[in-house]
């Protein structure tokens, strides 16, 4: 605890912060609980997403077997051209939001590939945009992660060190000026006393 000036001043300094801290550790709170309800709904989101996914190729899996041409489609038939991303706000932190992307599709010669090639390369522009929502979705919860632990640390801070901290230095303060106004009035009296004593010494004589 930093040393404090026990004088009416600064008593009015340790006042004045105390009612600051009381101020904003509510909206600090509320921020706090903000941000936790958000993640858990990003997080819910993204692993909704993940699971579409593994559910989108486990089907495609299937899908192809059926025509027993897996060889004819490779992956690197669909590439990302373009992520299409916009910006949104949450509790003050800037962050990206999916908005679909662009793809490219490699060449192949459409009389020597089977027909179902371009509707399995739509599905795979498919599985290819989630994997992408998700890794936007996870970046959401990697911001908003940060902010959370910043805004937790403000939170303890103000509840466990300055709050507590203003209160005793506004207590030691109180006690000293109290102590001192007391001695004030004794010595005064000590004083009053004296000159009493004094006055009757020479009105004796």
Known sequence: ????KLTKNEQKVQKDALKMYKRYLPTLQLKKQQLQSEIRTIDAKAKEVRAARVALEQEFNVWIAVFGEQEAF???????????KGYGNIAGVT???????DFSRGD?????????IDMAAD???KALSLDLEAEVLDEQVRLLSKELRTTTQRVNLFEKVKIPETKANIKKISVYLGDE???AVVRSK???KKLQNVQEDKEAK
């Open 1 to 4: 605890m930093a040393k404090i």
């Open 74 to 84: 490779t992956p690197d038939m669909v590439t990302v051209k373009n992520i299409k």
């Open 95 to 101: 962050i990206p939001i999916y908005e679909g992307a």
């Open 108 to 116: 192949y010669d459409l009389y020597e590939t089977p027909l179902w």
């Open 123 to 125: 599905r795979m522009e």
């Open 181 to 183: 106004q007391v001695a």
């Open 190 to 192: 000590i004083s009053k």
